[in-house]
Nanobody, 121 residues
Framework: QVQLQESGPGLVKPSQTLSLTCTVS??????????WNWIRQPPGKGLEWIGY???????YYSPALKSRTSISARTSQNQFTLQLNSVTPEDTAVYYC?????????????WGQGTQVTVSS
């Protein structure tokens, strides 16, 4: 059984950087062929895919967010991270990490519980 757990600050000030960590247990971020995704859900809206890092360390980001987004892996700790720069209140959302067998977050089979991040001064 794969488990994912998000961690990081729940409150970020505008213009600052949102940083989250996903810790994976029961599986490895380097296992072929899986993709490790960040997905968010703003209040009252649907899910929005942010990007992924895959089993080999390759990354890909949503065109809407790529200029502000960086995803990286800490393989020795079986973790991957999200960094979203220059945040605004529009970035307020529940943030999830998730595993998928297909690139682009298609066919998610495991989700973290999600963590609320509020952007506010």
């Amino acid at each position: 059984q794969v488990q994912l757990q998000e961690s990081g600050p729940g409150l970020v000030k505008p213009s600052q950087t949102l940083s989250l960590t996903c810790t994976v247990s029961g599986g490895s971020t380097t296992t072929r062929y899986y993709y490790w995704n960040w997905i968010r859900q703003p209040p009252g809206k649907g899910l929005e895919w942010i990007g992924y890092i895959d089993y080999s360390g390759s990354t890909y980001y949503s065109p809407a967010l790529k200029s502000r987004t960086s995803i990286s892996a800490r393989t020795s700790q079986n973790q991957f991270t999200l960094q979203l720069n220059s945040v605004t209140p529009e970035d307020t959302a529940v943030y999830y990490c998730a595993r998928s067998p297909i690139a682009g977050g298609v066919g998610v089979d495991y989700w973290g519980q999600g963590t609320q991040v509020t952007v506010s001064s």
